[in-house]
């Protein structure tokens, strides 16, 4: 039951450029998405939420836009840093639940 | 910065053995979690506690798993009886508010080899 899917398991951008980092949900119950980005060795660190009554939000250079027709959201990094590269994860929660869902997961390399 | 903190950072221990992961959540958060990644696969909810009692709990969360805040500090899980599928990395986790509002904050983790 994958109700939050990343379909790329790895990413490979060059420094500089943009980096896009896909999620799609099927739960339409989910109201509040999160992007985590995890190190090797140590917990998932947060990024950047977004509610479902905005389509962007925008943080530096991160920015999270939200499709709730197609149930897709996006992880825009501009521009990419080689510490950008690790494990990025998106998650969502719906009003009731005191759990986030996460979904598997997209290694993301940031090349010189 | 206050932090999450786990111990041990490590655990070895043989099939049916009982095992106890400690959590020290950041002080003023009031909400407590614990999540787990087996190796390559996505982070899994385990439960949720708030208020000494848990709120929500997954299908994995079964009567061998039990949680516990014994003090005003520590948040532990218990595995009863370990089984091999229980090898994973176990994340605690904490927050000011419900899910819903806020972050959450993860430990490091602990990682749990059963042999």
């Known amino acids: 039951d994958q109700q939050v899917k990343q379909n790329s398991p790895s990413l490979s951008v060059q420094e500089g450029r943009i980096s896009i980092l896909n999620c799609d949900y099927t739960n339409s119950m989910f109201d509040y998405f999160l992007w985590y980005k995890k190190y090797p060795a140590e917990g998932p660190t947060f990024l950047i939420s977004?509610?479902?009554?905005?389509d962007k939000n925008e943080d530096g250079r991160f920015t999270v836009f939200l499709n709730k027709s197609a149930k897709h959201l996006s992880l825009h990094i501009v521009p990419s840093q080689p510490g950008d590269s690790a494990v990025y994860f998106c998650a969502a929660t719906d009003q009731g639940a005191q759990k986030l869902v996460f979904g598997q997961g997209t290694r993301l390399t940031i090349n010189p | 910065e206050p932090e999450v903190t786990q111990t041990p950072s490590h655990q070895v221990t043989q099939m049916g053995q009982e095992v106890i992961l400690r959590c020290v959540p950041i002080?003023?958060?009031?909400?407590f979690y614990w999540y787990r990644q087996i190796l390559g696969q996505k982070v899994e909810f385990l439960v949720s506690f708030y208020n000494n009692e848990i709120s929500e709990k997954s299908e994995i969360f079964d009567d061998q798993f039990s949680v516990e805040r014994p003090d005003g500090s520590n948040f532990t899980l218990k595995i009863r009886s370990t089984k091999l599928e229980d090898s994973a990395m176990y994340f605690c986790?904490?927050?000011?508010?419900?899910?819903?509002?806020?972050?959450?904050?993860f430990g490091e983790g602990s990682r749990l080899t059963v042999l």
């Open positions: 986790a904490s927050s000011v508010d419900r899910v819903h509002t806020g972050e959450l904050f």
């Open positions: 002080s003023n958060h009031l909400y």
């Open positions: 977004i509610s479902s009554i905005k």
